[in-house]
T-cell receptor, first 115, second 112 residues
């Protein structure tokens, strides 16, 4: 059963601590993405990756870091430099442009709360 | 700068009637458009897409219309059902690269 998993569903962190959000996909997709959603706002792109060991900053990359060591995995680290980290984080994956179907598939999300 | 805009934050429709959700975009390099449905505290799920070479795509109760000259697309849901109540996001992709751009969403409420 193919899909995207994110863990944990809920995460609490103390101010000043780094935290890593997990994202795994078994859809054999080349591209993976991290978005942030705040109340009343759309999905804002943090980082995306089109191939292993390569990734690009999105619109709000400051205070975040990623790695793409395996095709299936794209973890996101929220660092202490992120000024307002409390949000709902969504991971997604897709085929590359040119594929017959190019929509993004999303994980269930992680709600991060900074205490 | 928001390149994909959904100017209606919310919409209420009676069950059985048509729901029309609108989306505008500014970048003429967008060539692929998508609609997603999202429930609270869940990830968005893909609904329907349309390529810029078409002006209409239909899938069951869902139809997407694209007006390239106006840089406008709309999602029609007919007939609307209470289970359609959710936030709907419009998204677009450029003709190069793999980045998707999302609107701010429209919250649809279907009243039984």
């Amino acid at each position: 059963d193919g899909g995207i998993t994110q863990s944990p569903k809920y995460l609490f962190r103390k101010e000043g601590q780094n935290v890593t959000l997990s994202c795994e996909q078994n859809l054999n997709h080349d591209a993976m993405y991290w978005y942030r959603q705040d109340p009343g706002q759309g999905l804002r792109l943090i980082y995306y990756s089109q191939i292993v060991n390569d990734f690009q900053k999105g619109d709000i990359a400051e205070g975040y870091s990623v790695s793409r060591e395996k095709k299936e995995s794209f973890p996101l680290t929220v660092t202490s430099a992120q000024k307002n980290p409390t949000a709902f984080y969504l991971c997604a994956s897709s085929t590359l442009q040119g594929a017959i179907r190019n929509e993004q598939f999303f994980g269930p999300g992680t709600r991060l709360t900074v205490l | 700068d928001q390149q994909v805009k959904q100017n209606s934050p919310s919409l209420s429709v009676q069950e059985g009637r048509i729901s029309i959700l609108n989306c505008d975009y500014t970048n003429s390099m967008f060539d692929y458009f998508l609609w997603y449905k999202k429930y609270p505290a869940e990830g968005p799920t893909f609904l329907i897409s349309i390529s810029s070479i078409k002006d209409k795509n239909e899938d069951g109760r869902f139809t997407v219309f694209l007006n390239k000259s106006a840089k406008h697309l709309s999602l029609h849901i007919v007939p609307s059902q209470p289970g359609d109540s959710a936030v709907y996001f419009c998204a677009a992709r450029k003709n190069t690269g793999n980045q998707f751009y999302f609107g701010t969403g429209t919250s649809l409420t279907v009243i039984p």
